[in-house]
């Protein structure tokens, strides 16, 4: 969608929202609440966004704020944006300057109480227009910013941003311990200003999701990885561990990204081509992971680990790397914590970053069937913790405190 359709959107006076649902006529009086996010494209915060405003749509239908959600760029949707919810696309190509120069005007229409926003370079706009324009700006933090920063003079640039940037919101949501004590230590956030709120999740949808029909379920036995075949996931460290410990299961890998062709050839090097599948992206990709005889982490860091949760609704046993952050908090609940080679914690086993043997000996000791059974009880009673009740609570309180 082009801007010069943007800006015919929200053309209409910004104290009154017009939308035609099922052929009703609303009028609204507060100002709308925006959420913001650089696309809806495949991915754990896009996931989450839409949770978001799923979970949160009685709260604000209750109190008759309409709500927006602005997607920074124009690209292909995996995710469904809830119907009461008015999207607008832009088309700023991942560019902070386009993104400012889109984002202001439809901003200065609307006329927010506050802005939510989700990943860095939303974080950065919404930041940057709030005083401007005379809203709040509520950021939410995803990942790790210093283990997921740490490339070249882009990433250096990005670090310096947030770190001019991120206290200068109203409220600033880590995603977990890990990223709250990062953005209070590396980038002079206030204490204060920070709140955690864990990822949500609908154990009975994800099973329900998990129990449709697919048609290129794998052979079994498998275990499964699942993430962006990037460099930062640390797939190529999953194929090591795999070819040491040469276990019966195969090894099913889902998602896309630039690594792809990298770990393939990796595979096949290592002589394990036979004995693993890369599937791609998956919409639905809980068939693949409730199929699967556990879930297996590798990543270098994470802001909070959705996979590892999902597998935990669904009934999975869980073996991950202690990066950070998260892993930790869910597997051994402390932060912060050290393993060395591999340690059988609370809720799953926990191995060393990086480490190909402390991962191998991990897979190895999920072949005894009775270790595997005893952290499959302990993954379902780990997964209740995470639930929409909980995380809608948290998300009003930190509304309402910004709005007061």
């Known amino acids: 969608m082009g801007y010069g359709l943007v800006h015919h959107l929200v053309s209409l006076p910004c104290f009154v929202v017009n939308l035609q649902r099922k052929g009703t006529f609303m009028e609204y009086s507060a100002r709308p609440a925006v959420f913001i996010i650089n696309s809806l494209e495949g991915g754990g915060a896009e996931r989450v966004m839409v949770k978001l405003l799923t979970i949160m749509q009685s709260y604000f239908v209750a109190k008759n704020i309409p ?34 120069q889109q984002l202001k005007p439809v901003l200065a229409k609307l006329n927010p109480e506050y802005c939510f926003s989700f990943l860095t370079r939303s974080n950065f706009l919404n930041v940057t227009l709030a005083k401007r324009l005379k809203f709040k700006a509520i950021i939410s933090e995803r990942v790790n910013t210093t283990s997921h920063l740490s490339g070249g003079l882009k990433d250096s640039v990005s ?50 999701q998990a129990s449709e029909n697919v ?53 096949k090097e290592l002589g394990i081509e036979n004995k693993t599948q890369f599937l791609g992206f998956k919409a639905n990709p809980y068939p693949y992971l409730s199929n699967a005889e556990y879930f297996v982490s590798t990543s270098n860091a994470e802001g909070f680990p959705n996979a590892i949760v999902e597998a935990m609704c669904l009934e ?19 932060y912060p914590y050290r393993v060395t080679g591999a ?22 000791s999920f072949s005894d069937e009775t270790v595997r059974a005893s952290y499959v009880a302990k993954s379902k009673s780990c997964a209740k913790q995470f639930s929409y009740n909980a995380f809608q609570e948290k998300v009003i309180a930190i509304i309402e405190k910004v709005c007061e």
């Open 67 to 100: 709500v927006h959600l602005i997607l920074l760029d124009d690209l292909p949707e995996s995710q469904v944006c809830p119907e009461y919810v008015n999207k607008i696309v832009l088309n700023s190509q991942g560019s902070l300057v386009s993104g400012y």
């Open 159 to 208: 670090r310096l941003l947030v770190r001019l940037l991120y206290n200068k919101a109203d409220s600033v949501v880590a995603v977990s311990e890990g990223v709250k004590a990062d953005l209070i230590d590396n980038y002079a956030v206030s204490r204060g200003k920070i709140s955690v709120l864990y990822n949500p999740y609908d154990i009975e949808q994800l099973q329900a």
């Open 215 to 267: 048609q290129d379920l794998p052979v079994k036995p498998y275990i499964i990885g699942v993430g962006r075949l990037v460099k930062n996931k640390n797939f190529s460290l999953l194929l090591n561990a795999y070819a040491k410990a040469n276990i019966a299961e195969n090894l099913v890998i889902l998602g896309v990204g630039d690594e792809e062709a990298n770990l393939k050839a990796q595979a």
């Open 316 to 334: 999975k046993a869980v073996i991950a790397t202690n990066c950070e952050s998260g892993p930790a908090e869910i597997i051994a609940e402390q």
């Open 343 to 364: 340690i059988n914690e609370k809720n799953g086993i926990l191995c060393e970053l990086n480490n190909a043997e402390g991962v191998a000996s991990a897979l190895s």
